[in-house]
């Protein structure tokens, strides 16, 4: 079972992706934080394999939850999911230590392949996974 923790400050982003995720066979939602700032603590209570992190949010962004995140849990993987097309910003998730870039505007089952690809340990960056277009 792949456990999913959702960082979004939009609650309507939020209980989407949590509603597509429940109902995928071996994913399961195991939290959600509205502000980065929230990461760190939800994430030691409910163990995550994945965050699924937006960059932009009130407070802490995306971008430093990561940072933190990963200097106290570094085999989470963070698969950035947000709105933002700017390639700066996917060179910035990179270097933070996500480990994949998801545009928003992609069809649900290119979230769902790019949760599962890594989780089993790949790279998901936009235009290269699998032949899925909007990824």
Do not use: N
């Not at 999913?4 to 994913?27: E, K, M, S």
């Not at 790019?114 to 032949?131: E, H, L, N, S, Y």
């Amino acid at each position: 079972m792949i456990r999913v923790l959702i960082v979004d400050d939009h609650p309507f982003i939020r209980l989407g992706v949590a509603t597509l995720l429940a109902q995928a066979d071996g994913i399961a939602v195991v939290g959600e934080c509205s502000d980065g700032s929230e990461v760190l603590d939800v994430a030691i209570t409910v163990d995550p394999d994945v965050v699924l992190m937006d960059i932009h949010m009130p407070g802490t962004s995306g971008l430093d939850a990561t940072r933190a995140l990963l200097k106290t849990r570094p085999t989470v993987r963070v698969l950035m999911f947000t709105a933002s097309m700017v390639a700066g910003h996917i060179e910035e998730a990179a270097s933070a230590g996500a480990v994949g870039y998801l545009f928003k505007g992609g069809d649900a089952q290119a979230l769902l392949i790019a949760v599962r690809a890594v989780a089993a340990g790949q790279a998901v960056w936009p235009g290269d996974v699998m032949g899925v277009s909007g990824i």
